[in-house]
C-alpha cells in the first residue's frame, strides 16, 4: 500500500503537504502546482486513502446511505445504483443500499444507516415524481434522485421530461413526418404531462397545430392494442411518438397487421433504451434513454461536495451518453437526455 510518505519522497515535499492536498486543505496553503504534483503522483503511484484513519481524523465515516422502496422491483435500478456505487468507489466512499416498503420499514432502515453513522443520505424514485424527503434523514446532507423536492429545499435531479417530448417529435419532424401520434400513458404521472408539453411545442414550432384527436393515453394490453389501432384507422398517422418503448409495442403490432412496415411506412419513437424490447425489435427502436447510471454518478458527486463543502472541482466525470450536469449545482437540476437512433424512423423529404 502506497504511504503520504512515500508520495512526500517522491514529490520532494513534506508530509504534511502530502496531507494537505490528499485531504483537500491545500487551497490557500500549498502552491497550486506542486499540489497539481503531488495528485498527480499520487494517481500514479495508486495511492488509496485509509478509510479509518481518515475517519478518525475527520469525524466522517465515508459512507452513504441509499434508500429507496423500488430498488429491488424496478428493472431501471441497476443503473442508478451502477452510477451511484461507481461515483462512491472513485471518491473514496461505500454505499449501503435499502429497500424500503413502506413508512414503517422505511424509518427502520434509516434508523440502522444512521447507526452505521452514515455521512449523508441518497433518496431515491424510481420514476419522477414530485416527493418528500423523510423526517428521519432530517439534519444530514440529502439528494434526491430521479424525483423532486416537494419543498424545494433539497438537491435533486430527474431527467428532462419536457425536453424528450421535444426531442423525440422533432426527430420525426425533421425525418419528414407532418401527422404524429403521441401513445402516452393513462397513469397519472409527472413524466406524461411533461412529455405531452413537449410533444406539443415540437409541432407548434414546426408550425404544425397539435390534434387532439392525435393524442391518446393507454394502459396496456388488449385496450391499449385497440386505442392503437383505432388511431391508425381514423387518423392515419405516419409518425408515433411513444411515451415508452414498452408502448411502442402496440404500433409495431398495428402496422404489421395493416401490411405496414415500420421505419419504412411509419415512424416510431420510444423512451427508455429498454434493452429487451429497443434491441428486440424489428427494426431496432429509435428511443430516448434515460439517463439512469448519469443520475445516480451525479447524485454521489453532488452529496460527497455538500459533505465535503467543496466543489469537487478535481473530479474528472466519465464519458456518459448524457452529459452530467455540474456538480455544485444548486436546487432541482433537470438532465438533458439522448436521443438514441436506430431503425425505426422513415426519412423522407418534407412535404
Known sequence: MTTMKEIAHRAGVSVSTVS?????????????????????????????????????????????????????????????????QDAASELGYMMITVNTDGRANEERQLAALKRYGVDGFLYAKMSNRVTTAPGGIAGYPTVIVDAVDGSGGIPSIAPDETRIGYD????????????????????PMLAEGLRLEGYRSALRDAGIEPDDDLAIRVWFNQPALDAVSRLFDERHPDGFFCFNDARAWYVYECAARRGLVV?????????????????????????????????GYWSVCRLVSLIEDRPLDDVTPPRTTAPLPPFDADGPVSIHCTLIEKDSVAHHAAA
Open 263 to 295: 421505419g419504412r411506412d411509419v415512424s416510431v419513437v420510444g423512451v427508455d433504451n429498454h434493452r429487451v424490447i429497443a434491441e428486440t425489435f424489428a427494426p431496432q427502436l429509435t428511443t430516448v434513454e434515460l439517463p439512469h447510471y448519469e443520475m
Open 20 to 84: 494537505l492536498v490528499l485531504n483537500n486543505r491545500d487551497e490557500g496553503r500549498v502552491n497550486a502546482d506542486t499540489a497539481a504534483n503531488v495528485r498527480a503522483i499520487a494517481k500514479a503511484m495508486g495511492y488509496r486513502p485509509n478509510p479509518l484513519a481518515r475517519s478518525l481524523r475527520t469525524s466522517r465515516t465515508r459512507i452513504i446511505g441509499f434508500v429507496s422502496e423500488e430498488i429491488a422491483t424496478t428493472p431501471y435500478a441497476g443503473g442508478i445504483v451502477l452510477g451511484a
Open 168 to 187: 423525440a417529435t422533432r426527430h420525426l419532424i425533421d425525418a419528414g413526418c407532418r401527422r404524429i401520434a403521441y401513445v402516452g400513458c393513462a397513469e
